[in-house]
């Protein structure tokens, strides 16, 4: 029942900062990237924040 509970919780605050973002309804426009390449990007530098 717990990790239900928590599932749920975790979909709720998924759907609200896609909203909130702007992001909600673009789904099909997101692309999965595997933890090995995220972590490469990161590593790279690719990534980092850019100040302008």
Do not use: P
């Not at 692309?31 to 530098?45: A, E, F, I």
């Amino acid at each position: 029942k717990f990790l239900k509970e928590a599932t749920n919780a975790m979909s709720d605050i998924c759907a609200a900062r896609f909203e909130a973002f702007g992001s909600a309804g673009n789904a099909d426009k997101i692309k999965v990237s595997s933890l090995d390449t995220m972590s490469q990007r990161y590593s790279s530098g690719e990534l980092d924040a850019k100040i302008k």
